[in-house]
């Protein structure tokens, strides 16, 4: 059983900065591929962005690459979203979420393992 935990969500003005955390539970982490969604009020989860077993392989929504970034340190069990020059846009519940299977975390794909989610909201 893997467990997500995530942590950092908060309020932020827009240009500002914030880093969300996920602790994950399990000896096995480094074989999972990570990523992180986001539901805005009224809107669909959306998918934000992946990374593989091993850091090499990343990817993200249009709407965000150039300010977050995505990283994970395997000896800590941790993956981070670093998220820069934030937008209103950019409010929401943030998910992490993990998968054997990178594809399920890409758009469209559906996690076996999610957190409970983190609000981050942008003022403008």
């Known amino acids: 059983q893997v467990q997500l935990v995530e942590s950092g969500g908060g309020l932020v003005q827009a240009g500002g900065s914030l880093r969300l955390s996920c602790a994950v539970s399990g000896r096995t982490f480094s074989t999972y591929a990570m990523g992180w969604f986001r539901q805005a009020p009224g809107k669909d989860r959306e998918f934000v962005t992946h990374i593989n077993w091993n850091g090499g392989i990343t990817s993200y929504v249009d709407s965000v690459k150039g300010r977050f970034t995505i990283s994970r340190a395997n000896a800590k069990n941790t993956v981070n979203l670093q998220m820069n020059s934030l937008k209103p846009e950019d409010t929401a519940v943030y998910y992490c979420?993990?998968?054997?299977?990178?594809?399920?975390?890409?758009?469209?794909?559906?996690?076996?393992?999610w957190g409970q989610g983190t609000q981050v909201t942008v003022s403008s």
């Open positions: 979420a993990a998968d054997l299977d990178y594809r399920n975390l890409l758009v469209g794909g559906t996690p076996a393992y």
